[in-house]
C-alpha cells in the first residue's frame, strides 16, 4: 500500500484462492479522487475478483487495502460507494422507481429530496419515462441502465462498475461514456471494469491491465501506451534497407509497414527521403501513438509466455 | 433489515401460490364448517350426548389443523428455502449486500418478513376454521390463542431451518431437507407414543429417547402437540389422563408442552438463526 492520503482504492498484494485456483496473485493499484479508473484485462484476469474484494462481497486470502480510507468491505464506505454487478438482476415485481427507492433505503438517503434525486438519474441513465415501469417490462439493456441509475443513486463517492455495458448497443454504450464523465464531473471516482478496449480508451484517465490476478501495466493511457510511433506504409523496402534508418531510432518492419519510435515529427520528412532515395515507394506516413489494443496484446502477450510460443 | 422484510412481503405477495393457498384455505374451512354442521344436526336428531358431540367436533377441528399444520410446514420451507440461495443466484444479493447492510441484517430482514406473512396466513387460516366450527357446533376450544400460537411457532421453526439451509445449498436441496425433518420430527413424535402405549404392558419398552431426540432436531411435533391440547375439551383431557392408549393417539395429547421444551423452542430458534447468519457472514459471493 503507499498510504497516499486521499486515495479512493489503495491495495497492496492482495491475493485470493479459490481452492486450487489462484484468482487474484498479489494484486496493487491506487485509484485518485475524481478520476476515471479503467480496469481492464482478458477473462479470467480476476477483474470481477477484486471488485469483489473491494466491496467485501469476498473476502482476500492475503494482502492489505483499503476503499475510501477504510478497510476493505467497510460498511461506512458501502455507503459511499455505487456498484453495478456484472450479473445484475433486479426484483421484476418492483418498479424503477421502486428499485431506487430501496436501494436509497439500504444506504440510508434522506427522504425529503429522493423523489427529485430519482428523476436526476432515470434522466441522466436515460430512463425519465420508464420510472414508473415494471422491471420486468424491461429489456435487459433497460435493465443495465437501471443498474447504472442504481449505482450512481446518493451521489457516491466511488461509482464501481463491471462491465457496464455489456448490454448495450452503441449508442447506450456512448451514453455511458457520458454518465462516466457526469459522475466524475460530480466528483466521483469511477473504477471502471471492463475488457472493452474503445470504452477505456476513450474515458479514462488512468488505468490498470490486470493479467493472471496481477497488475502488469498501471498509468495513464500515455503512460501505459508508451512510445510514439510512426508508421509509414512502404514497398520495396529489403531487410538490408532497415539499417539505412537506424540513426533515427529503434525501427520494426511487419512486412508492409515500416514502424519507427519515438520520432521526432521534425525529421519525418528525412526518414522519407531517405527511403525514396534508396529506391523505397512510400504510400502513407501516420505519427501516433500505438493503440491501446496492440499495447494490450503485445503486454498479455508478453506476460504469458506459452501463447508465445 | 426493515426495508428487506418489507421487500420479502411484497415479494411474497406478488406469487399467485400463495393466494391460492389462502383461497383453498377459505374453501376447506367453508366445506368443513357445512360438514360440521350437517352432522351436528344430525347427532342432536338421533339425541346424542352433547360431550360425544364435543369429542367428535374437536376431533375433526384438530384434522383441520393437522391440514393447516402441514400446508404451513410445506409453505415455510418453499418461502425459505429459495429466500436468499435464489438472491445469490440470480445476482439480486451481489447488488443488496455491497451496500452498508449487515448479512445478519439481510437475513433477518428475509425472516421478519416470510415470519409475518406465515404468521398472518396461518394464525388467519386455523382462526378462521375455529370460529366456524364454534358457529356452526356450538363447540369453541378452552383456548384460541395457545393454539394459533403454537401453529404459528410450528411455520417459524420451519422457516427458519429453511433459511439456513437456504444460505448453503439451492431452493430444491433446501426445501427438500426442509420437509424431510418436518416429516421425521412428526414420525419420531409418534413412535414415542406408540412406545408409550406398548409400555403399559411391556414396562421395558421405552422409546421416550426418539422423541426427545426428534425434538431436539426439529421442536415442530412438540408444538403440533400443544395445538392438539388447545383444541381438545377440558373435560376429554381429564378423562384421559394416564390412559396409555389415548397417549398414543397422535391426534389426542394429555400435557401441554412443558416450559422446559418452550424455552427450548426459543434456544433453537436463536441458535438455527445465528447459525444462518454466521452461515451467510462466511459465504462468499
Known amino acids: 500500500m503507499t498510504n497516499e492520503p486521499g486515495l479512493v482504492i489503495d491495495v497492496a498484494d492482495l491475493r485470493k484462492r479459490y481452492g486450487r485456483v489462484q484468482a487474484l496473485a498479489g494484486l496493487s493499484m491506487t485509484v485518485r479522487p475524481g478520476e476515471i479508473f479503467g480496469f481492464l484485462g482478458p477473462n479470467g484476469a480476476g477483474k470481477t475478483t477484486a471488485v469483489k474484494l473491494l466491496l467485501g462481497l469476498a473476502r482476500p486470502t492475503a494482502g492489505r487495502g483499503t476503499v475510501l480510507g477504510q478497510p476493505l468491505g467497510d460498511r461506512e464506505a458501502r455507503r459511499r460507494i455505487g456498484y453495478l454487478p456484472e450479473l445484475f438482476r ?37 430512463l425519465s419515462e420508464r420510472g414508473d415501469t415494471s422491471v420486468s417490462g424491461f429489456s435487459k439493456g433497460m435493465q443495465q441502465r437501471l443498474g447504472l441509475g442504481v449505482a450512481l443513486v446518493g451521489d457516491p463517492a466511488l461509482v464501481i462498475l463491471d462491465e457496464p455495458t455489456s448490454a448495450l448497443d452503441p449508442i447506450g454504450r456512448m451514453d455511458v461514456r457520458g454518465i462516466l464523465r457526469t459522475a466524475r464531473d460530480r466528483g466521483a471516482a469511477v473504477l471502471l471494469n471492463s475488457h472493452l478496449l474503445t470504452e477505456v480508451e476513450q474515458v479514462c484517465d488512468r488505468l490498470a491491465i490486470v493479467d493472471k490476478g496481477a497488475v502488469i501495466a498501471e498509468g495513464s493511457l500515455a503512460e501505459v501506451l508508451g512510445a510514439h510511433e510512426t508508421r509509414i506504409r512502404v514497398e520495396g523496402l529489403e531487410p538490408g534497407g532497415m539499417a539505412l534508418l537506424d540513426r533515427f531510432g529503434p525501427t520494426r518492419f ?56 | ?101 449487515r448479512r445478519s441484517s439481510y437475513l433477518l430482514g428475509r425472516w421478519l418478513g416470510h415470519a409475518v406473512v406465515l404468521v398472518t396466513y396461518g394464525a388467519g387460516s386455523a382462526l378462521m376454521a375455529i370460529l366456524v366450527v364454534s358457529r356452526v357446533s356450538g363447540y369453541t376450544p378452552p383456548s384460541i390463542l ?109 400435557t401441554p408442552p412443558t416450559l422446559g421444551f418452550l424455552v427450548w423452542t426459543g434456544v433453537w430458534m436463536i441458535l438455527v438463526l445465528s447459525l444462518a447468519a454466521y452461515s451467510l457472514r462466511r459465504r462468499e459471493l
Open chain 1, 90 to 126: 433486479f426484483q421484476p415485481w418492483l418498479r424503477a422507481r421502486e428499485v431506487l427507492n430501496l436501494h436509497a433505503d439500504l444506504i440510508g438517503m434522506p427522504q425529503t429530496g429522493r423523489a427529485r434525486a430519482f428523476d436526476e438519474v432515470l434522466e441522466l441513465v436515460g
Open chain 1, 254 to 309: 511487419d512486412g508492409r509497414d515500416l514502424f519507427i519510435k519515438d520520432l521526432p515529427a521534425a525529421e519525418v520528412p528525412d526518414v522519407v527521403a531517405t527511403l525514396v532515395a534508396s529506391g523505397v515507394r512510400v504510400h502513407e506516413v501516420a505519427s501516433g501513438r500505438e493503440s491501446l489494443e496492440a499495447r494490450f496484446l503485445e503486454l498479455v502477450r508478453g506476460n504469458r509466455p506459452e501463447s508465445v510460443a
Open chain 2, 1 to 101: 433489515m426493515i426495508a428487506i422484510a418489507r421487500l420479502t412481503i411484497g415479494e411474497a405477495a406478488r406469487r399467485r401460490i400463495l393466494w391460492v393457498l389462502v383461497l383453498l384455505a377459505i374453501l376447506a374451512v367453508a366445506l368443513t364448517g357445512w360438514g360440521i354442521d350437517r352432522l351436528v344436526s344430525f347427532a342432536r336428531a338421533s339425541e346424542t350426548s352433547e360431550l360425544t358431540i364435543q369429542l367428535g367436533v374437536s376431533q375433526i377441528l384438530i384434522f383441520i389443523a393437522f391440514q393447516f399444520s402441514f400446508v404451513l410446514a410445506m409453505t415455510a420451507a418453499f418461502l425459505g428455502a429459495p429466500a436468499i440461495a435464489n438472491d445469490i443466484e440470480s445476482g439480486i444479493a451481489l447488488a443488496l449486500l455491497a451496500r452498508p447492510i
Open chain 2, 146 to 254: 395457545g393454539p394459533l400460537a403454537y401453529l404459528a411457532t410450528e411455520g417459524l421453526v420451519v422457516l427458519s431451518l429453511s433459511l439456513l439451509l437456504s444460505t448453503r445449498l439451492p431452493p430444491i436441496g433446501a426445501g427438500a431437507i426442509s420437509v424431510v425433518v418436518y416429516g421425521l420430527s412428526w414420525a419420531t413424535g409418534a413412535i414415542e407414543r406408540v412406545g408409550i402405549a406398548i409400555a403399559a404392558h411391556n414396562p421395558g419398552v421405552n422409546l421416550e429417547i426418539i422423541g426427545q431426540v426428534g425434538r431436539a432436531i426439529l421442536p415442530t411435533d412438540g408444538l403440533w402437540r400443544g395445538v392438539i391440547y388447545g383444541l381438545e375439551p377440558g373435560i376429554i383431557v381429564a378423562a384421559a389422563a394416564g390412559n396409555p392408549l389415548a397417549e398414543a393417539n397422535p391426534f389426542f395429547a394429555t
